[in-house]
């Protein structure tokens, strides 16, 4: 013991090594001491460090199932949308049969593709065809205006003094 201004201090405070053996003791025996003394702190201190790494270890698990669980929801939701989209483009159809507008050649309001059809086989009856015009050279096409060839090709070109009419259920046949 040491006394320092009235308080006294153990020599193993001061000095660790000096817990495991006395001046009395044989010097192995101390040195015995002295080693078992340390052996059993790092076995404590392993322990701790044991324990330290399973917690974090433990955390790490916990944050690994919770990004496991977030890529599964994401993935249920994706898988969602996708049927989403199948419905909505299954719904939706093909947006050209679907489009509703007014056939000015029948006075109603039908499909886009039919009322089109109808204007076209209205404007288009004396209208050159593509087998017509393909017998043309550049020079004689270059004499008439496109809107010609178009409207009256076959009228005023060709000298077809029938008109060409596409028959109503053509196109329905083909589908």
Same mark, same amino acid.
């Given at each position: ?6 308080? /006294? ?15 009395? *003791?044989? $010097?192995?025996?101390?040195?015995? =001491? ?10 404590? +201190?392993? @322990? ?6 399973? *917690?974090?270890?433990?955390?790490? *698990? ?7 669980? /977030?890529? +599964? %929801? $994401?993935? +249920?939701?994706? &898988?969602? =949308?996708?049927?989403?989209? &199948?419905? =909505? ?9 679907? !489009?509703?507008?007014? +056939? ?6 039908? @499909? ?9 086989? !209205?404007?288009?009856? $004396?209208?050159?065809?593509? @087998? ?7 020079? *004689? ?16 070109? $060709?000298?077809?003094? %029938? ?9 329905? !046949?083909? %589908?």
């Amino acid at each position: 013991m040491v006394t320092v201004t009235g308080t /006294s201090y153990s020599l193993a405070g001061l000095d660790p090594r000096q817990a495991y053996y006395t001046t009395t *003791q044989p $010097f192995s025996y101390r040195d015995t =001491l002295t080693v078992l003394g340390r052996m059993n702190r790092v076995i404590d +201190n392993l @322990e701790i460090v044991r324990q330290r790494v399973e *917690q974090v270890a433990d955390k790490e *698990q916990a944050d690994i199932d919770g990004l496991i669980a /977030s890529s +599964n %929801e $994401f993935k +249920n939701k994706l &898988d969602e =949308l996708s049927t989403l989209v &199948d419905d =909505l483009k299954a719904a939706i159809g093909d947006s050209s049969k679907s !489009e509703t507008v007014w +056939n000015v050649t029948h006075g109603r309001a039908e @499909e886009s593709r039919d009322a089109m059809r109808d204007v076209y086989r !209205e404007l288009a009856v $004396f209208g050159a065809r593509v @087998e017509d015009m393909a017998s043309l050279t550049a020079a *004689q096409a270059a004499e008439h205006t496109t809107l010609e060839m178009a409207a009256i090709g076959g009228y005023t070109v $060709f000298n077809k003094k %029938e008109p060409r009419v596409t028959p109503v259920d053509m196109h329905k !046949e083909q %589908e």
